[in-house]
């Protein structure tokens, strides 16, 4: 950090000191606009000559063979369409938070849209008025796109996953206050904390009176100052992003400090309300009478979309059985050489409306384990009384009944592939709220029963969420988001997200 004396004396802390001079971010941009450009290039160039079997210049090697010489005009318009569409994408926004899966949405987004355009344009426009009888290759723009696809999305993951590593060494981080000094507060700073990669360095918080007392093992944070004095930190520790946390500061207060900050600071404001506290986007507006009327709980899915939801959950159980196989076999000897009992645990599970299923799972504690610690856990967990010795799923630290395998098994996940049985027998979905056991139904408050409405998953939203780090209530939020915003994208978006989850080991401890 750098000593700067004026901030340092009044707030408690120096102003950040920047790690790379000022304009290397600006020419990163330019130097990464630049590669789209001569990558634009080479993919069409590249699928010309894969589908034609031709040379792109010309003999003498100063100009267009005359086979590619159609296909000029295309060329310049495809580049340009395609630095165009990333633009839009905001591919080169390199500030702030971002997801592998997002950024590759974005690049996809990128690419399919401007194919669209080169098509149109090459057998709308034609390469100029010389070719306008000349018959295009529909082959060149499917391998172009498919070249590009690859091309782009390897080359923009791989610049975020240098990005990445910068940040962890404190490069590229942007300069951040929290507003607030209650648990919100505390869990976004932690969270920003630890995970550098999102891009977010916290000078430290903002409020009135001194924080609430941390988790065991957190860091206090610094309390620069009040609300009131939230323009003038911004602007002297030179402040970008500020995340408030409390929703209980009066709006006008907050109104004026933005106001006093001006635009040209360039500050962006963010509010980050309770864990998942949000009006479900499944809600129908009605009429009784005169009187308008929304209604909030409906069906969470239509007819249709559970036959969507069913096939999907088919094709992907089967596909992913045939594929996982060789495991299956592998985990199955580890387990019966590991210690003596069955292979598969079963147990009983709550599944949609509360019908009883048993739940397959390669077994990973002794076979004569008592589920007694197992219901005390629970039992924590449901009443908000966790004292850190038990997890989401209500599963012990230090846990004596797992065994050497099945501790491997549960932090690669690989005890849960039995359970694609279930999705293929219908019991359960590939995507879904957690299947919880019945004597944790058992105390459930009738909010909580709202869970059951769908199919549990094999993977979810609880599980990207941060599984170890949820209490029961927060995971039943993240439950009753998943089946009021239920979507195929939102599936698809989880699966790409539980990949890296299960990498990083955010498994039950």
Same mark, same amino acid.
Request: charged residues 25%; proline residues 5%.
């Given at each position: 950090?750098?000593?700067?004396?004026?901030?340092?004396?009044?707030?408690?802390?120096?102003?950040?000191?920047?790690?790379?001079?000022?304009?290397?971010?600006?020419?990163?941009?330019?130097?990464?606009?630049?590669?789209?450009?001569?990558?634009?290039?080479?993919?069409?160039?590249?699928?010309?000559?894969?589908?034609?079997?031709?040379?792109?210049?010309?003999?003498?090697?100063?100009?267009?063979?005359?086979?590619?010489?159609?296909?000029?005009?295309?060329?310049?318009? *495809?580049?340009?369409? !395609?630095?165009?569409?990333?633009?839009?994408?905001?591919?080169?926004?390199?500030?702030?938070?971002? =997801?592998?899966?997002?950024?590759?949405?974005?690049?996809?987004?990128?690419?399919?849209?401007?194919?669209?355009?080169?098509?149109?344009?090459?057998?709308?426009?034609?390469?100029?008025?010389?070719?306008?009888?000349?018959?295009?290759?529909?082959?060149?723009?499917?391998?172009?796109?498919?070249?590009?696809?690859?091309?782009? =999305?390897?080359?923009?993951?791989?610049?975020?996953?240098?990005?990445? !590593?910068? !940040? +962890?060494?404190?490069?590229?981080?942007?300069?951040?206050?929290?507003?607030?000094?209650?648990?919100?507060?505390?869990?976004?700073?932690?969270?920003?904390?630890?995970?550098?990669? /999102?891009?977010?360095?916290?000078?430290?918080?903002?409020?009135?009176?001194?924080?609430?007392?941390?988790?065991?093992?957190?860091?206090?944070?610094?309390?620069?100052?009040?609300?009131?004095?939230?323009?003038?930190?911004?602007?002297?520790?030179?402040?970008?992003?500020?995340?408030?946390?409390?929703?209980?500061?009066?709006? +006008?207060?907050?109104?004026?400090?933005?106001?006093?900050?001006?635009?040209?600071?360039?500050?962006?404001?963010?509010?980050?309300?309770?864990?998942?506290?949000?009006?479900?986007?499944?809600?129908?507006?009605?009429?009784?009478?005169?009187?308008?009327?929304?209604?909030?709980?409906?069906?969470?899915?239509?007819?249709?979309?559970?036959?969507?939801?069913?096939?999907?959950?088919?094709?992907?159980? =089967?596909?992913?059985?045939?594929?996982?196989?060789?495991?299956? %076999?592998?985990?199955?000897?580890?387990?019966?050489?590991?210690?003596?009992?069955?292979?598969?645990?079963?147990?009983?599970?709550?599944?949609?409306?509360?019908?009883?299923? /048993?739940?397959?799972?390669?077994?990973?504690?002794?076979?004569? *384990?008592?589920?007694?610690?197992?219901?005390?856990?629970?039992?924590?967990?449901?009443?908000?009384?966790?004292?850190?010795?038990? *997890?989401?799923?209500?599963?012990?630290?230090?846990?004596?009944?797992?065994?050497?395998?099945?501790?491997? /098994?549960?932090?690669?996940?690989?005890? +849960?592939?039995?359970?694609?049985?279930?999705?293929?027998?219908?019991?359960?979905?590939?995507?879904?709220?957690?299947?919880?056991?019945?004597?944790?139904?058992?105390?459930?408050?009738?909010?909580?029963?709202?869970?059951?409405?769908?199919?549990?998953?094999?993977?979810?939203?609880?599980?990207?969420?941060?599984?170890?780090?949820?209490?029961? +209530?927060?995971?039943?939020?993240?439950?009753?988001?998943?089946?009021?915003?239920?979507?195929?994208? /939102?599936?698809?978006?989880?699966?790409? %997200?539980?990949?890296? *989850?299960?990498?990083?080991?955010?498994?039950?401890?």
């Amino acid at each position: 950090m750098e000593s700067e004396t004026g901030p340092k004396a009044r707030f408690g802390v120096a102003r950040t000191k920047k790690r790379v001079p000022e304009w290397v971010m600006p020419a990163t941009k330019v130097a990464v606009f630049a590669a789209d450009i001569l990558l634009s290039a080479f993919c069409f160039l590249a699928a010309f000559m894969f589908r034609s079997e031709k040379s792109v210049v010309s003999d003498d090697g100063w100009g267009w063979s005359q086979d590619f010489s159609p296909y000029a005009g295309i060329l310049a318009f *495809a580049v340009v369409a !395609r630095a165009l569409m990333l633009l839009y994408q905001r591919v080169y926004d390199l500030g702030g938070a971002f =997801t592998y899966t997002r950024e590759a949405i974005k690049v996809f987004k990128a690419i399919l849209v401007s194919s669209l355009l080169i098509v149109a344009w090459a057998f709308l426009f034609r390469g100029g008025f010389a070719f306008r009888e000349f018959s295009y290759s529909r082959g060149v723009f499917l391998i172009d796109f498919g070249i590009a696809l690859a091309a782009f =999305t390897l080359f923009h993951l791989s610049i975020r996953a240098l990005q990445a !590593r910068f !940040r +962890e060494r404190g490069i590229n981080l942007i300069p951040t206050v929290v507003v607030g000094n209650n648990s919100e507060a505390m869990q976004t700073i932690t969270e920003l904390t630890e995970r550098r990669h /999102l891009g977010y360095r916290v000078i430290g918080m903002i409020a009135d009176s001194p924080p609430e007392t941390p988790a065991e093992g957190a860091a206090m944070p610094a309390l620069l100052g009040s609300v009131d004095e939230l323009s003038d930190i911004i602007r002297e520790l030179e402040i970008q992003e500020v995340i408030i946390t409390d929703t209980s500061i009066k709006s +006008e207060r907050l109104f004026d400090a933005m106001m006093a900050v001006g635009r040209s600071q360039r500050v962006e404001f963010r509010f980050a309300p309770s864990l998942f506290d949000l009006l479900p986007q499944k809600t129908s507006v009605d009429q009784i009478g005169v009187l308008p009327m929304v209604r909030l709980f409906r069906d969470p899915l239509s007819d249709g979309q559970r036959l969507v939801k069913r096939l999907s959950d088919i094709v992907i159980a =089967t596909i992913a059985a045939i594929v996982s196989a060789p495991i299956w %076999l592998a985990a199955a000897i580890a387990v019966k050489l590991d210690s003596p009992g069955n292979v598969m645990f079963r147990q009983e599970r709550v599944g949609m409306d509360g019908r009883v299923f /048993l739940c397959y799972k390669f077994r990973t504690m002794r076979s004569d *384990a008592d589920d007694s610690l197992h219901r005390e856990a629970y039992t924590k967990n449901i009443a908000g009384r966790s004292d850190g010795d038990s *997890a989401l799923h209500g599963k012990v630290k230090d846990d004596p009944r797992i065994t050497r395998v099945g501790s491997w /098994l549960r932090r690669s996940s690989i005890d +849960e592939l039995p359970q694609l049985i279930n999705v293929i027998l219908g019991d359960m979905s590939i995507v879904g709220p957690r299947p919880p056991i019945p004597y944790e139904v058992e105390q459930y408050e009738p909010w909580h029963r709202k869970r059951l409405d769908m199919k549990p998953g094999i993977t979810g939203l609880w599980q990207v969420s941060g599984r170890n780090r949820l209490t029961f +209530e927060e995971m039943v939020r993240v439950d009753l988001y998943y089946i009021e915003n239920w979507s195929l994208l /939102l599936d698809l978006r989880i699966l790409l %997200l539980t990949i890296p *989850a299960i990498l990083r080991g955010d498994e039950t401890r």
